[in-house]
């Protein structure tokens, strides 16, 4: 599933929801389900997407309206209005399926990369504006702020056949079975289409696509490629659903095949999901090199191929190597951009200056004093996995002041405060004690006790003595004096104010029953334990008596 982009951006990309549906502009990379979710419930005008795009999700959501999309073609830029200023989108081929597409947003915000569901090549990378591109290990004019980056086969370290290379490797497995008098290729999926075409023009042959079964994909190949289609279940080649139950379904069919005294169908599964799965399979290099360079049967009578419409780890690293971006941000769940190695190597400890775009995307102002130092590790997105900005300051009297639209009032930084990138942008500084912004004075008269505020800028000048004296040692029931003298300024002039406080304890010294409920609910509500009172003067008393007394003998 697509991720929502920071609330600091004035659009949003694949993704439909109530948050989204807040931005003033909608981006829709191409029209695979898992992008378009929550579309009919949460769109609104306008949708940038490619005309074909717009085709198929109007097939898919007849009631959607047209109206709603705003067309934008690979090469073409657009130039966008905003409140916030005006940016510009250029939309460039994604190579994933038909229709799909990146988008580089350049704007007040920054240059953002969106990648959108991909397959990086050298020759789609180099369309990039030149400006975004290294050479000879330079680097480029003008680098990109952000990659919003497809990581889904980002674990996958095996090197991936090219989309060409896979499609010669179906028609290999089909000549290769000569014999096979039907062929089921399992291409039902947006992006498979090329298969099809490829198959249907070496072999002369169209391709059977049960309407009525298939609807969906029938329909989307009505708009991509409808002449290899065909309503004749007697042609060689049939599409055949991957999903769900392809094994029952593909063992169904063998076995009707051997009822029937029939050559056994070849059953073709072009996917990487296959060996994906299968990596950590125990094989030599030579073993593995021939199972990605042709058809591999497995158990079930299926025959996979390895084509893949996402990049893998070799091809992201190979292209982050070439764009060279500041932060790089995954749009897959499954894998985080943490784990790349360029990220690991370029982005961990990146220095975060005043005017670092990162605020803007978080939407939050920011105020740091000259000799604060602010350091920052790259941050995946979902927050499942996070990884914190680390502020260190030189001087516990730097000012760190932060603020949001929400009005946030945060207290002076600790030692590892955090920072959510995506999905609610917030700061959160972890405070072990009471709110920066208030001291908490607790009253004890009688039984009850009440909890005054005093605000943090009260002068240094006035100083708080405490003296506690232990009226009755040898009673159960101690009366306690505690005089709060607050020394007035000599401009005031004024007579020193006491303040005695006689307290009934019942409870023993050490424990926190003597804290009114009141009290414990409010440490309780700041997720800190309450504290422990300060033995009496008596016990330290005692206890130094003790050590003098052994210390003697």
Same mark, same amino acid.
């Given at each position: ?29 191409? %029209? ?129 056949? !090219? ?33 099809? %075409? ?58 009707? %095949? ?27 290099? !030579? ?82 004093? !000259? ?183």
């Amino acid at each position: 599933m697509p991720i929502e982009l920071p609330r600091g951006l004035p659009f949003s990309v694949d993704t439909w929801s109530p948050n989204s549906k807040r931005k003033r502009h909608h981006f829709l990379t191409h %029209a695979h389900k898992d992008h378009t979710s929550g579309i009919l419930t949460h769109s609104c005008y306008p949708i940038y997407t490619t005309h074909l795009t717009k085709l198929l999700v109007l097939q898919n959501y007849p009631q959607l309206e047209g109206s709603l999309f705003v067309g934008i073609e690979v090469g073409e830029s657009v130039v966008i209005n905003d409140p916030e200023g005006e940016f510009k989108v250029t939309a460039f081929d994604a190579n994933h399926c038909p229709g799909a597409v990146m988008f580089l947003f350049e704007g007040n915000f920054g240059n953002i990369l969106h990648t959108g569901d991909c397959r990086l090549t050298p020759e789609g990378v180099r369309c990039l504006p030149e400006k975004y591109i290294s050479k000879k290990g330079k680097e480029p004019r003008c680098q990109l702020d952000y990659v919003f980056l497809d990581c889904t086969f980002g674990k996958f370290t095996q090197k991936l056949p !090219s989309k060409h290379s896979a499609i010669q490797q179906v028609l290999n497995c089909i000549w290769k079975h000569p014999a096979a008098t039907v062929v089921y290729l399992t291409c039902d999926l947006l992006g498979q289409e090329d298969i099809l %075409a490829a198959v249907s023009e070496t072999f002369g042959s169209k391709i059977f696509v049960d309407e009525v079964a298939n609807t969906e994909s029938f329909r989307a190949l009505t708009l991509t490629v409808p002449e290899i289609l065909t309503q004749d279940p007697s042609s060689r080649f049939h599409m055949f659903d991957g999903f769900p139950k392809l094994y029952e379904r593909a063992a169904k069919k063998i076995a009707e %095949a051997q009822a029937n005294l029939q050559p056994e169908p070849l059953i073709i599964r072009p996917s990487a999901q296959w060996y994906a799965c299968e990596e950590g399979y125990s094989e030599t290099e !030579s073993q593995r090199k021939l199972r990605f360079n042709e058809a591999v049967r497995d158990p079930n009578g299926v025959w996979h191929v390895c084509y893949s419409m996402h990049s893998s780890r070799g091809e992201l690293e190979w292209a982050l190597q070439l764009l060279v971006p500041k932060w790089v941000v995954s749009t897959t769940p499954s894998c985080l951009a943490m784990e790349l190695d360029y990220v690991k190597k370029h982005c961990s400890g990146t220095k975060l200056t005043l005017d670092d775009r990162l605020w803007k995307l978080l939407d939050i102002n920011v105020e740091i004093s !000259s000799e604060t130092e602010v350091t920052a590790r790259v941050l995946d997105y979902p927050s499942v996995v996070e990884q914190p900005i680390q502020i260190s300051a030189q001087s516990q009297s730097s000012p760190v002041k932060v603020t949001s639209r929400q009005l946030l009032s945060l207290s002076p930084p600790s030692k590892r405060p955090e920072v959510t990138l995506f999905g609610r942008a917030r700061l959160g500084i972890p405070d072990s004690g009471f709110p920066a912004e208030e001291k908490i004075e607790s009253i004890k008269d009688s039984s009850q006790v009440v909890a005054h505020k005093m605000d943090q800028d009260v002068p240094f000048e006035n100083e708080v003595e405490v003296k506690c004296e232990n009226i009755l040692e040898s009673k159960l029931d101690t009366e306690l004096k505690c005089e709060n003298k607050l020394d007035s300024t000599k401009q005031c002039g004024k007579s020193v104010k006491k303040e005695v406080l006689k307290v009934s304890v019942c409870s023993p010294i050490g424990s926190s029953r003597n804290f009114s409920e009141t009290l414990r609910k409010l440490y309780r509500s700041m997720n800190v334990p309450v504290p422990r009172p300060l033995p009496s003067l008596s016990e330290l008393m005692n206890s130094k008596k003790g050590t003098k007394r052994r210390f003697e003998s």
